[in-house]
């Protein structure tokens, strides 16, 4: 369980069309967690995998990319398809980052 006052500093690179990102993520609870927003590029319900086009992720402070997630239950995918705009959050697990919840945009 991360504490709201606790910051975990973890460098990160992902590899997106060639690039490299480094950001740090910080902890916060789910109810200071401001939902993101992003664009379903893939989805892998097999996997449960999701490639999401999105915006800055301030929970844990990801800048805009195009990115992989695993998703915390294989049933949140259900409904999605590519090319859906959805809102969603993030949690970093280790060097993994979550998605814990998701939801199709208004």
């Not at 006052?5 to 993520?25: I, P, R």
Request: charged share 25%; hydrophobic share 35%.
């Amino acid at each position: 369980m991360f504490s709201a006052s606790a910051v975990y500093a973890n460098d990160h690179t992902v590899h997106v069309g060639g690039q490299g990102h480094t950001h740090k993520a910080e902890a916060k609870g789910a109810a200071q967690a401001e939902m993101a927003d992003g664009e379903i590029r893939k989805i892998n319900k097999n996997t449960g995998k999701i490639t999401v086009k999105h915006g800055e992720i301030k929970s844990v402070e990801m800048p805009p990319m195009t990115m992989v997630f695993g998703v915390a239950d294989k049933a949140m995918l259900e409904g999605l398809k590519e090319g859906d705009k959805v809102k969603f959050n993030v949690k970093l697990e280790g060097s993994n980052y979550t998605v814990t919840e998701i939801k199709k945009a208004q």
